[in-house]
């Protein structure tokens, strides 16, 4: 096979012919417990739409909904140059981007720094001037012999914070493995700033922004009709974009009714009261033993970091159940061990092409130890479907509840994010859903497009960081100083 580059999958026809009743009956059991229809999706996208409004008000609900002073969207016609620096978990990723004179284009050159495991628990001095010396390091490679006066960054800080102003940002918790002292609680500016000023970095910090309102703003630069950001990933999130007449918890704040403000809505936390989210006893487990119990109901059912728990609590279960007997008389010890399987084992399941299910019963030979029979491999099959299929179905309430605030008939959706990207019909399963909720009409063909269409993203905690950092500095020249803590540090 080598050399005849990538073969077409056979279609797969699988049979349940010869699965024993029993765990027939079980897999009718999984099908009752995980499938959600129409009518549950539009019960949970109208729940889905109070809540934001509800996050938005003085009070505040489950979802945080958190303004982030970013109060415009892209014309296409920005142009600059700006710094990015982007801060996961794994990597230090930093950017420069050149908007050019072209409508919606730009240049970009970037670096990738490892971020070393030790400084995820160590001092927070180190951290900073780690980041610092990626900077310093970056600009010397890239500008070593001009004169450089001050370059403006946008720094894509996604980890849970609150900004009252879009150069300041107060860590909440941390997350991602991080779990530095001195810093939760704490704005995370001055102590960035501090490092860039012992090193001497000519680098003016001029705008904090999460990931998610980066994807929103990317997007909209190459494509006007998008008109909210996504990230269905590890975790999931969204930003749109609000009047500030619609957001009372600003009020005081006296901003023109009709002035847009990006909000970054942390839907995670979605029903963390439990009112519509159709939990079975697996979600349940998964909540009661996860690191914060009662958080992020909406999350711990459609992230990739919560899919492959589910699919394995299910399986664990099914053992244990003295009825049905799967995987009898084996070992399962590496399947009792939690988090053990991500969402990508139930994408390589999926894409099993062949009949007999013979990819993934190599699959959970190599990874689990287990030798399953062909009975057990279609239960398998049929569980990692049901899954992912709830998971893209659960998702798609959240973007019909904002296209419903927002009464959007037609626009299009910015996603990213590995399960977004990688997991199969994911996109196509949440299509479905969405047109189910929003009674759209049939198709006249299978190519017209979809009213609320949504597309794969551009790179938010990139080129949406620079794009903001160029927003601010041109409404901050305009005389709009709203969510500006430090106005000097923009002359």
């Not at 797969?12 to 009752?32: C, F, H, T, Y």
């Not at 914070?161 to 500016?189: C, S």
Request: charge should be negative; aromatic fraction near 8%.
């Amino acid at each position: 096979m080598v050399g005849l580059g990538p073969r077409k999958p056979p279609s797969r026809k699988g049979s349940m012919a010869d699965v024993p009743k029993d765990l027939l009956q079980e897999i009718n059991r999984l099908e009752e417990l995980f499938t959600v229809d129409t009518a549950k999706l539009k019960s949970i996208t109208d729940h889905f739409v109070s809540e934001l409004i509800k996050g938005l008000s003085v009070e505040g609900g489950s979802i945080p909904m958190n303004p982030t002073w970013c109060m415009s969207f892209p014309t296409g016609y920005e142009t600059g140059t700006f710094l990015a620096l982007d801060m996961g978990g794994t990597n230090l990723r930093v950017c420069e981007i050149t908007l050019t004179d072209e409508k919606s284009e730009f240049d970009i050159i970037q670096s990738k720094y490892r971020m070393p495991e030790e400084l995820k628990t160590g001092e927070a001095d180190e951290l900073w001037e780690y980041i610092a010396d990626c900077l310093q390091q970056f600009i010397e490679t890239h500008h070593a012999d001009e004169k450089i006066d001050s370059m403006p960054l946008g720094f894509t800080f996604s980890y849970p914070a609150t900004q009252n102003y879009i150069d300041h940002g107060i860590l909440q918790t941390w997350t991602k493995g991080f779990d530095i002292d001195g810093v939760e609680g704490e704005n995370v500016v001055p102590m960035f700033e501090a490092a860039l000023n012992k090193r001497g970095v000519p680098i003016k910090l001029t705008a904090l922004i999460n990931d998610t309102t980066g994807t929103l703003i990317a997007s909209a630069y190459t494509d006007t009709s998008m008109k909210i950001g996504c990230i269905f990933g590890t975790g999931c999130n969204a930003a749109y974009m609000e009047e500030c007449g619609s957001i009372p918890k600003l009020a005081h704040m006296n901003l023109p009714p009709d002035t847009p403000m990006a909000i970054n809505c942390e839907w995670g936390a979605f029903d963390n009261e439990h009112k519509v989210l159709p939990r079975t006893p697996y979600d349940i487990i998964v909540d009661k033993e996860s690191p914060r119990p009662g958080q992020q109901a909406f999350e711990k059912m459609i992230a990739g970091l919560y899919l492959g728990e589910i699919f394995r609590l299910v399986l664990v279960d099914l053992h244990d159940n003295k009825d049905v007997h799967i995987f009898e008389g084996q070992n399962i010890d590496k399947l009792r061990k939690a988090y053990t399987l991500d969402s990508s084992f139930l994408s390589q399941i999926e894409e099993d092409p062949f009949e007999n299910l013979s990819d993934t019963k190599f699959l959970f030979q190599n990874k689990l130890s287990i030798d399953a029979n062909h009975p057990e491999l279609e239960l398998t099959r049929r569980l990692a479907e049901l899954i992912g299929t709830r998971a893209a179905r659960l998702s798609a309430c959240g973007v019909a509840a904002i296209a419903k605030k927002k009464d959007y008939k037609t626009c299009h959706v910015g996603a990213d994010g590995s399960v977004f990207n990688k997991y199969p019909h994911f996109k196509a399963r949440g299509a479905a859903a969405l047109s189910e909720i929003l009674d759209w009409p049939a198709k006249k063909s299978k190519k017209a497009e979809d009213p609320i269409e949504i597309l794969a993203a551009e790179d938010g905690s990139g080129v949406g960081a620079a794009l903001i950092a160029a927003l601010t500095l041109k409404r901050v020249k305009e005389g709009n100083l709203a969510g500006i803590e430090h106005p000097e540090n923009y002359k």
